[in-house]
Nanobody
Framework: QVQLVESGGGLVQAGGSLTLSCAAS????????MDWYRQAPGKQRELVAT???????SYADSVKGRFTISRDNAKNTAYLQMNSLKPEDTAVYYC??????????WGQGTQVTVSS
């Protein structure tokens, strides 16, 4: 089992920045991709950013150029640096990890609220 714990959410004004962290613990061997998803009220959960174990990243078009995903394998932690935040970025942000190609783990979520 893998446990994921997110932190770093909060309230920020439009144009501001936040950094989310996702700490993995437990049986963390062979964790491949780690991702950040978000879910706004009344909307489906959407993929925001992905980073593979090799450091390859990808982003949703809506956050490209503003968000940066990174990973510290020594600390078993993934990060999401969010700059130039917009009110439409308001959502609960979830960390996700994939292990062995078929096991999926989710964090409990952290609220990000961007005021206009």
């Amino acid at each position: 089992q893998v446990q994921l714990v997110e932190s770093g959410g909060g309230l920020v004004q439009a144009g501001g920045s936040l950094t989310l962290s996702c700490a993995a613990s437990g049986s963390i061997f062979s964790i491949n991709a780690m991702d950040w998803y978000r879910q706004a009220p009344g909307k489906q959960r959407e993929l925001v950013a992905t980073i593979t174990s090799g450091g390859i990243t990808s982003y949703a078009d809506s956050v490209k150029g503003r968000f940066t995903i990174s990973r510290d394998n020594a600390k078993n932690t993934a990060y999401l640096q969010m700059n130039s935040l917009k009110p439409e970025d308001t959502a609960v942000y979830y960390c996700h990890a994939e292990q062995y190609g078929w096991r999926h783990y989710w964090g409990q979520g952290t609220q990000v609220t961007v005021s206009s």
